[in-house]
Each structure stands twice: as structure tokens, then as C-alpha cells.
């Protein structure tokens, strides 16, 4: 990375690029055609979804351009996915640029952000993208949960439930024995049902 901070859009593509690969996704040889250079632009699937990430030099080149890249996926997503097939409904494209934005073109990249039509659209600009780290973080929404810290999560939130409900004249027991078979995947009533019958 250089001294000022900024990231190149050679760097965003990278680092777009391994992010999805390392998400799961397998990059598809191929580009967008027209004016989109592989130079500026990646393709990826994964069983569920297609991808194009397209890297502008700045915001007024996002701007002016996102649609004919939007125009150049769809086609694409036309020709090669039939319609029966799942991922012809889950497209995404990434639009990222290390340019900052002003505070007009912020209200823009939330109009693109919210337009749905075609195919769904994350947006990242300079201002978001100061390091590698933050692509990831951009890159979020077409990642695969980390299951592993979820359920941790899930587990030390759970297991603070009995506390917090005694707190409201709930008994301890009670609580922990749905909360267990909430974990263990047993059907709710019947553990409680049993608790009920041991007391």
C-alpha cells in the first residue's frame, strides 16, 4: 500500500478477487465486453450466485458507466445461465472505485445501492475502502457466515437467557431446559413438558 493511504483500483480488484475466492466462490474466465477491460473487471460464481466486480478509476466513471456494466452482466447472465436455473435470479455486481465521494455523490451511490432492477448492487468508494480489510467488509452481504462464531455467539447469548428471565420471576430451570433443547434441535415443548414433570 502506499504512504498516503489510498488503494489503487489494482489493488481493489486484487483484493476483490481473493476475498471471493476465499468466500467460495470460483472466478469465471471471461469479461464483460464493450469498454469493460479484464483490466477492470472479474466474474465469479459460486452454486448460487454469479458475480461481476467492476473497479472504476473515479466516482464520475462509476457513475456515468454503472448502468451499461449492469446492462453488459445481465446480457451475460442471459447467455450463458438458463432461466430455470437458480442463479439467474441472484446476480450481483460490485461497483468500487478508490475515489472519494463528495457529500452530493454520496446521496448517489445510496440511489444505486437501492436499485434492485436487474440485478442487486454493492457500492464502495475511497471513502469506504481505505484498506484491505474494508473490501472484505463491502464485500460482506455475498460471504458465507462463519458458522463457527455464530453458534459461539448464539451459545454465550443463550446461556445468559435463565439469568435474565429469573430477573422476571421465570424460573431458572425452565429456561435452561428450552434453551438446551433449542440447541440440541428437540422439539421446545415436549423438553419443557418434561421438565414440568420432573418438578
Known sequence: MSDDRHLTATQILASASETLTDGGYTRI???????FSAGSTR???DPYALVAVVV?????ELEASWPEAQGAFVDLISNFVTASDAKA???YIVLLTPALMSPETKSQATDIR??????RKLVGSGDELKSLS???RVLLPLLPLDSE?????RESVLNQLPNLLSGQGVPQGAVRAIVDAFVQQRALMERLSEYVSQQ
Open 56 to 60: 472504476f478509476e473515479t466516482w464520475r
Open 89 to 91: 435470479w441472484d446476480g
Open 29 to 35: 474466465e471471461g469479461e464483460l465486453g464493450g469498454k
Open 149 to 153: 462464531s455464530d453458534v459461539q455467539e
Open 114 to 119: 437501492y436499485d434492485t432492477s436487474r440485478v
Open 134 to 136: 474494508d473490501i472484505d
Open 43 to 45: 466474474l465469479f460464481e
